[in-house]
């Protein structure tokens, strides 16, 4: 019998192993992506001061969202359609032209918006205007591709290099503050030129032919993502919401100690992202075959995200002068502040994690999007309060309190899911 479920573990083993390998690769984008920024974010700071610092950020924070908005959740949808149709090459050209033919319109959409600012007499347009490469990288991110098909070894290998080559060419042509606003440049064009590099390999590689697409399918494939992308938006918004509002009624020094909070925030952000990344394959075979083991393992987790990130606050509250002084090379008061306040913040997003995704696996997407579009009206709300009260050392109290309502309010529909109410 044993020799019987070790053969049938490594027969299950082999017939898993694109899987396996896939998660893993997404996995790695994430934690590379992360470990990335822990070190690019740190020169950048020392290049052009902690004031600049602020207005990349939320330049950048701004073509994420324009991007977001290009993408319009095909990198969602379109893994499901590429994985479905991976062997028939005309299908899969189709619906590869297809989302980039919708993005490529959507993509006007961030033009007219940037017209539209720079018409309204926007300060430091330079900086959203030169983030366009990271919008425009968008348009042919081929990740939902290589997801699809399974094979994301080239991707990541394209993705690591683009971030050192943003890294290196940062140092090389950004010297002082005046410069600042390159920043997001250098940031965008590795990821556009390796992105059409990877379009080429995949569609030499993988018989990817041309198709122009039908006006009927890109209407459908419109109608069909909305709910995907305003998911998507709304995450995002409540992350930067606050961050865009203080860039026009704060002191730029406020700004610049915001953002450096911020970033450390979404530096560990996608370090959970990572986490979970891994975690979901295997919660969804359990929840399938064993709801309580599930819910047993996801205690588990928990309890072990739980002494993770409260020694890792435990360091942030207890170390801000050192860590500030590590990454910014100097000492920043307010800087270090923030950084107390928002010591439990990862903790509570990593304890969000797992509920996310078990509202994935629950297939609850129209109690997603009701959540999102909750933690959406109070992030403005809040945002309004905080700059209405304008006492800037209680602004890192705003992630605080929005991961800390995030929990509470997928506790609470996780509850009513499972006790059918």
Request: proline share 3%.
């Amino acid at each position: 019998m044993t020799l019987f479920n070790k053969e049938k573990n490594i027969a299950l083993l082999k017939n898993n192993v694109s899987f396996l390998l896939n998660f893993f690769h997404l996995g790695f984008i994430q934690a590379s992506n992360a470990l990335l920024q822990i070190i690019l974010f740190p020169i950048i700071i020392r290049i052009v001061g902690l004031q600049q610092f602020g207005y990349v950020i939320v330049a950048n924070a701004f073509a994420v969202l324009m991007g977001t908005i290009v993408n319009y959740g095909t990198s969602q949808s379109g893994i499901k359609d590429m994985a479905l149709h991976k062997n028939e090459h005309d299908t899969k050209s189709s619906i590869f032209f297809a989302i980039l033919y919708s993005r490529s319109i959507l993509f006007a959409v961030a033009l007219i918006v940037l017209i539209v600012m720079y018409g309204m007499g926007v300060g430091n347009f330079s900086y959203f205007l030169f983030a366009l490469p990271i919008i425009a990288a968008e348009i042919i991110n081929p990740l939902f591709f290589f997801i699809g098909i399974e094979k994301l070894f080239v991707f990541n290998a394209a993705n690591l290099i683009s971030k050192l080559v943003s890294i290196v060419l940062i140092v090389l042509f950004v010297h002082a503050a005046p410069q600042a606003d390159m920043v997001n440049f250098f940031m965008g064009m590795p990821s556009l030129f390796f992105y059409i590099v990877l379009i080429l390999f995949a569609a030499k590689k993988y018989h990817i032919h041309f198709r122009y697409p039908h006006l009927s399918d890109l209407k459908k494939l419109l109608k069909e993502n909305f709910s995907l992308v305003f998911n998507s938006v709304s995450v995002h918004l409540q992350q930067s919401f606050f961050l865009f509002t203080l860039s026009y009624a704060g002191n730029p020094l406020v700004l610049g100690a915001y953002s450096l909070c911020d970033k450390l925030i979404g530096a560990s952000r996608l370090v959970i992202s990572s986490f979970a990344t891994t975690v979901f394959p295997r919660a969804v075979n359990m929840f399938n075959n064993n709801p309580v083991t599930w819910y047993q393992n996801k205690k588990k987790l928990n309890m072990l995200l739980t002494i993770v990130f409260l020694i890792a606050g435990l360091i942030l509250f207890l170390m801000p002068g050192l860590i500030i002084s590590i990454i910014s090379g100097q000492r920043n008061e307010l800087s270090e502040s923030y950084l107390r306040i928002i010591a439990l913040t990862p903790l509570f997003i990593s304890l969000n994690a797992l509920n996310v995704i078990e509202l994935l696996i629950e297939n609850a997407f129209s109690v997603i999007l009701k959540i999102s579009f909750i933690i959406l009206v109070l992030s403005v709300l809040v945002s309004l309060f905080f700059v209405w009260t304008n006492i800037p050392k209680f602004f890192a109290f705003y992630p605080l309190i929005i991961e800390t309502s995030c929990l509470i309010i997928y506790v609470y529909f996780i509850k009513k899911i499972r006790t059918g109410n």
